[in-house]
């Protein structure tokens, strides 16, 4: 089982990681406690031995041993090979937990394509379902030794339910050597064929994303098999031990406390306890426990992962999804926010100091010069015609300046050559009467312009001012209302001047657009509370209502028949409730109660649009019949 500690650091705090020290169960203490003890053994034998045993010359041999060992230790580049070789055991283990096979996006998929309510739509969903669940437990046999146990051979596999016995036959019989465990996944394949060809699962498309999801799956078994097949190569995983197991061998003897009356460098204490040397092994040897631990996850170790438990889970919600939850959903209603354009969530006394207010960009508080936070006017763009030399004035692109900023310098205007009566630039012809004189005029960069049509100049201000509001909070009964008040001018416009011809509203131009009978077939949506009860169906009957004097207009395709609309909606009362018995009232007397979920068919959600009369009816009566 993992051990977890995320609520433990959910937040920093004084000593935070330090009392997650003293836990035992996963900790660094009960990995590595056994060869803790080994080495302490070693180390305080050697001193002993050196302490009471030795005679003098004996212990100037032991101190000549104690020098070569130290310097022994520094020529090994520990860190550097044990951080590397760490490095990478972490980064497989966390990949190998994302190749985990999880069947919750598949099964929904087949909740949401394979339909059918009738027992065969059931069998083939569960089927589907159970059969990825036969996928995994397959997978997770071959590479985890927890699961192997649980489930050593197919025949626990049949008693436990995950294979039937046609199935168990149909698997023994196929002749393959190199691992059968992606069989399953062949039947999905299959059984999802056989479902498209009964109609089950309408069309390629969907069939094909179900498709997809379940190769998914089947990748990440596959990925699976893979890293239990492919190991970090075994000689880096031997050069790292070697190194760790040597330096501390030779630690053992070149750490000892040597006799600091000889006056040796770097021996002048006398310690009984060798502090710093404990924690280096207790350091290194537990980086390289860390990696012995997650290099095969598939184990009995505290940080395995638990796939018994992914197994259990896993059958449970995929026969949930894909069985009691297919194509159900609670019944629509209105949410508490219906109303509302900007919804705000709660805040309890708890996490009111934890309201913090929205990123909205660096640079909004940034405080700019008013005087430099004025438009600055385009200058007029002066145009050259360059095969025969015409200076044309463009409009300017922004708003006359004169009009947005009154008393705003402005800069001096180029000046244009006067334009004579006759289309030509004045100035420009220097020899009128030379013979030639239009190829002088053009070699020294003047032309005439004659049988050139001018460009006539536009007076005043041709793009409006804007200026900038801020929204305020409204609700959607006050849009709503804003609307009905756009509907009713636009009547009163329609009154007086005429359909199919332009109107002028206020500062701005509208068109009616499309005959008489193309308005009539427009749909509008008006709020029930507006709208009476034999009322207007149509974007046209909704205006001529208004207007006094002018029929609705009657079309084939808005008139229905009442008869077959009373007929239709008396035909959905069965739907619109589901009839269950009290348990505590008589039998023969059942008690209708209105059911949480919306209902399977259609039929009833229809329905009562119908009897509102938001929208046409003769569209809903269409679909109503479809069904």
Known sequence: MTVTYSLNVSKARLLGFAKLLLRWRGSIYKLLYREMIIFCGLYYSLSALYRYILTENQRTVFEKLAFYCEAFTNLIPLSFVLGFYVSIVVSRWWQQFMSLPWPDKPCM???????????????????????????????????????????????????AGLMTKEERTVYDEIPVVHGKWWIPAQWFTALAMRARKEGRIKDDILLSNLMNEMHTFRGNCGMLFSYDWISIPLVYTQVVTLAIYTYFIASVMGRQYLDPDKRYPGYEVDLYIPIFTILQFFFY????????????????????????????????????IVDEMCQRHPRLIKDQYWDELEPQLPYTKSSFALRTQPHLGSAVNLDINPEEAEFVPMETILEEDGGQGNIYNSPPVSPSTELLYPGFPQPEKPTTPNIDETGSQSGMKVFPDFPGSR?????????????????????????PTFTLKTPCRKLRSSSMNDNLKNH????????????GQQKSHGDSKWDVVGTTEERASLIIDIPAETNPPDGPTTFSEYLFTKVEGIEPIKTEENTVDEEKKTAVLEGQNDLSKDTIV???SDPDTPTEVRSPYEPLSSRESLAAYVESNQSTISSYTQLLGKQ
């Open 439 to 463: 190829i002088l005029n053009m070699l020294i960069g003047h032309s005439s312009s004659e049988n050139v049509a001018q460009t006539p100049k536009k007076e005043g201000n041709f793009m």
């Open 582 to 584: 009290d348990v505590g």
């Open 109 to 159: 998929l087949i909740s949401a394509y394979v339909h059918g309510r009738d027992e065969r739509g059931r069998m083939i969903r569960r089927t589907l379902a159970r059969y990825l669940s036969l996928l995994s437990v397959l997978t997770f046999q071959g590479v985890s030794t927890a699961v192997k146990k649980r489930f050593p051979t197919l025949d626990h596999l049949e008693e």
């Open 285 to 320: 040897m537990g980086w390289l426990k860390v990696a012995e631990q997650l290099i095969n996850p598939f184990g009995e170790d505290d940080d395995d992962f638990e796939l018994n438990w992914c197994l259990d889970r896993n059958l449970v919600i995929s026969f949930l």
């Open 488 to 499: 009713q001018n636009e009547v009163n416009c329609d009154q007086q001047l005429g359909v």
